[in-house]
């Protein structure tokens, strides 16, 4: 069904999608994001020295955290029991900033693109959140789901990964 809005119908109302027919299958979401800082934020956060406490840490929990809820934001997901979600946050000396993935898998009827793609973004969030007070010109960008996998449109890989 490539090129069909799957949560829209015939005369333009939103619904959620009945996936209650689809197989089961093992389904893999990646997402990613950046944070762009000063080259000095950059090193207070590498040195833990926020006042706000761990940003790193506290940006992983944010991102799984929010996986978990993406149903309650997005208004037409379907609530998951996910199987895993990783949140990994690594420094950029070239951004300056912080890139920022998140890998989200389930076992069942629909993907984990949005989950992945919440997990990254909250995650970003919380790290501008917890530095603003020194760098309020940080920009997150890049937002973008890297890979997919499971169900029945399979495998998908943005172009060079």
């Known amino acids: 069904m490539a090129g069909v809005l799957t949560h829209i119908g015939a005369s333009g109302e939103a619904h959620m999608v009945d996936v209650g027919a689809k197989d089961e299958t093992q389904r893999v979401a ?58 990994e946050i690594e420094p950029d000396e070239a951004l300056p900033g912080l890139h920022v993935t998140a890998t989200v898998a389930v076992s069942g009827r629909t993907g984990v693109e949005m989950e992945a793609l919440t997990a990254a973004s909250v995650a970003c969030l919380t790290i501008y959140d917890m530095a603003k007070a020194v760098d309020r010109g940080m920009t997150i960008t890049g937002i973008r789901v890297l890979e997919k996998s499971g169900g029945k449109s399979g495998d998908w890989r943005v172009a060079g990964r």
């Open 30 to 87: 990646v997402a990613e994001g950046f944070v762009v800082m000063k080259p000095e934020t950059l090193a207070m956060i590498r040195e833990g020295n926020a006042k706000k406490g761990d940003v790193l840490a506290t940006a992983r929990i944010a991102g799984i955290m929010a996986a978990k809820k993406t149903h309650d934001l997005i208004p037409l997901c379907h609530p998951l029991m996910l199987n895993k979600v990783a949140v």
